[in-house]
């Protein structure tokens, strides 16, 4: 991984699956144990015994605390990082945390950093497969700049030939769907070839089955399954927790509520970049204007008979709005801040403007993925 090399040789490393209080549940590298770590060990534990694990092929995990120090600079410790575990007390299962390697992602709702990628998961039966909804999902997911997994579970309650028609439509869209039953245990082992090594993000509308797919594949993770996370159950959840669970083979996942319209709030240019079809066509050729919004301008290269063009237009109206929506927040009455003058009296004074042309970066993006947890209320 991209940070290890911010970590000194000898150092025990590991995952936070977890944030429970003031604890977290990090689980411990493996291979890293040669490289001198189990060594520094050592000296604290002399004929320590070997870790405790859960099995023999899950690598071992430690309830950790966090040093002070990471306290007073204000080093937050998120599920996903990777930290640096000292005095680690593998009878007791407990550890230290004293250092957090560089993220090189971090989204917010769920929060968790360092995702590799999104597992979209929707059904192709009960609940039917909805084009229009399967498209913004699918946007959404794109404007994260992480990969884009899409697998469409229940195939068990479709005829191979419409299985076939559906494959044929996504794969015009750019995607190769993979089609799983988690009831019949239809291609679930793909599906773990594409998680080993990486951290997932599950995302979907609510009752497709997300967490049966989870708990097919780790039988500990014990999700509830056939009730509504989402909406409803929010109210009983005042806290959201957040957790990786560890995939026996490798790999660490995160389920989440469904719910069934993300918002979209791309910028209007940006919006074409998450359709492959229109990269696709702009990879071969050029619109005559550079900002062309691919609506009614002359000579563009996007605009055409390709399925989902009238979700492109759609979505466009929707970021055009909320552009509008963010300029209108920063604009007449509110360029103005109140500013406390003492004694009761005050004054507006102008705010500063970088905020509202600010270019929207690849971080801030990543961070949209949170919409994707948003119920629509
Ligand atoms: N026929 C069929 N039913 C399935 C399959 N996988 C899951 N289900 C059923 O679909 C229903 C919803 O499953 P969940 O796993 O709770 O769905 P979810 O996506 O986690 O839903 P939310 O938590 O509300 O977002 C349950 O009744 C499952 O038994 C499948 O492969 N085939
Ligand atoms: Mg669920
Ligand atoms: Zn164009």
């Not at 092929?57 to 937050?76: H, S």
């Not at 600010?358 to 947890?373: A, F, M, V």
């Amino acid at each position: 991984m991209k940070g290890e090399s911010f970590a000194a040789s000898g150092q025990l490393l590991g995952t936070v699956l977890a944030v429970q209080a003031n604890f977290y549940r990090v689980q411990m590298d493996q291979e890293d144990g040669e490289q001198g770590s189990r060594g520094a060990e050592e000296k604290n534990e002399i004929n320590a015994p070997l870790p405790l694990c859960l099995s023999a092929t899950l690598p071992p995990v430690l309830l950790c605390t966090r040093r002070t120090r990471l306290k007073k600079i204000g080093q937050q410790v998120m599920v996903g990082d990777r930290v640096v575990v000292e005095e680690p007390n593998w009878t007791e299962g407990q550890g230290a945390i004293a250092n957090v390697l560089p993220r090189h992602s971090q989204l917010d709702r769920p929060a968790i950093a360092n995702v590799n990628q999104i597992l979209l998961v929707f059904a192709v039966a009960d609940p039917p497969l909805e084009p229009y909804q399967l498209s913004r999902f699918l946007v959404k997911a794109e404007s994260t700049g992480l990969d884009v997994l899409l697998c469409l579970n229940k195939s068990d309650l479709i005829s191979q030939q419409v299985q076939q028609q559906v494959s044929d439509r996504l794969l015009a869209w750019g995607y190769k769907p993979l089609f799983i039953s988690v009831k019949n245990d239809i291609n679930t082992e793909e599906v773990v070839g594409y998680l080993s090594n990486k951290i997932t993000v599950i995302a979907g509308p609510s009752g497709v089955g997300k967490s049966s797919l989870i708990n097919g594949l780790i039988p500990d993770a014990n999700l509830r399954v056939g009730e509504v996370s989402g909406k409803l159950a929010r109210g009983r959840h005042t806290t959201r927790h957040v957790e990786l669970f560890e995939l026996p083979s490798g790999g660490l996942l995160a389920d989440t509520p469904g719910f069934n319209q993300p918002d979209l709030d791309c910028t209007p240019e940006e919006l074409v970049h998450y359709f492959p079809e229109a990269r696709e066509r702009l990879a071969v050729a050029k619109c005559r204007f550079s900002d062309c919004l691919h609506r009614d301008e002359p000579e563009c290269a996007v605009r055409g008979d390709w399925e989902r063009y009238p979700h492109y237009l759609e979505f466009l109206d929707d970021a055009i709005a909320y552009q509008t929506h963010l300029h209108q927040q920063a604009d007449p009455e509110s360029t103005m801040k109140l500013k406390s003058k003492g004694k009761g009296q005050s004054q507006y004074e102008p705010k500063l403007e970088s905020k509202k042309y600010r270019r929207i970066s690849r971080k801030t993006q990543l961070q949209d993925l949170q919409e994707l947890y948003r119920d629509e209320e």
